[in-house]
């Protein structure tokens, strides 16, 4: 985990573990991932699985994902999602309450990168520069994502045109999150 956007990443799992430690007296939880094996999972207990992040012995592989769509992603959108395995996290980024999006399991890769191809796939037709989206907000045509070309993360309306520079970069908008307990 040598990339500045997985140790990044990493680093706010890490405050996110801990501020729900803080406020819960335990590892996050959610009835989410009942029944989906992970190697997250800690435990089943009462209708919630009992989670953590894990660090991904081998880096996830998005070659399907660019020989799909014909275009290299960008390091950090590989990087984001690549290199560990983690429930999804609720936090904030300047008053925006948001929900990053990750890889629960093995299993769960393939649905997120066919997810990525068709958001592609989409922008493709619309003639619009590619992003892959690295979060959901509480409007669900509005999400984060990060711009396949500069590499800055913004807040883009789905299948519009419309899009607002959050960062100018993943490590940069992982280290102002907040994470949401």
């Known amino acids: 985990m040598n990339h500045s956007v997985t140790r990044a990443l990493w680093s706010f799992s890490e405050r996110f573990v801990d501020g729900w430690h803080q406020k819960h007296g335990s590892k996050p939880q959610s009835d989410a991932y009942l029944g989906l094996e992970s190697p997250c999972t800690v435990q089943e207990t009462n209708g919630v699985v009992i989670w953590q992040p894990v660090k991904r012995e081998a880096l996830a592989d998005f070659s399907n994902v660019e020989n799909g769509i014909g275009i290299q992603l960008h390091d950090d959108i590989k990087a984001f999602y690549a290199g560990q395995y983690c429930g999804d996290m609720l936090a904030r980024f300047d008053g925006l309450s948001l929900e990053l999006i990750q890889v629960w399991s093995d299993e769960d890769l393939p649905r997120l990168q066919e997810n990525i191809l068709g958001h592609l796939l989409m922008?493709?037709?619309?003639?619009?520069?590619?992003?892959?989206?690295?979060?959901?907000?509480?409007?669900?045509?509005?999400?984060?994502?990060?711009?396949?070309?500069?590499?800055?993360?913004?807040?883009?309306?789905?299948?519009?045109?419309?899009?607002?520079?959050?960062?100018?970069?993943?490590?940069?908008?992982?280290?102002?999150?907040?994470?949401?307990?």
């Open 123 to 181: 922008q493709k037709r619309l003639k619009q520069n590619p992003t892959v989206f690295i979060a959901a907000t509480d409007d669900e045509l509005d999400v984060v994502s990060i711009c396949n070309v500069s590499g800055e993360v913004i807040k883009e309306r789905i299948g519009t045109a419309n899009r607002t520079v959050l960062a100018p970069n993943v490590e940069t908008f992982l280290s102002q999150l907040t994470p949401e307990v």
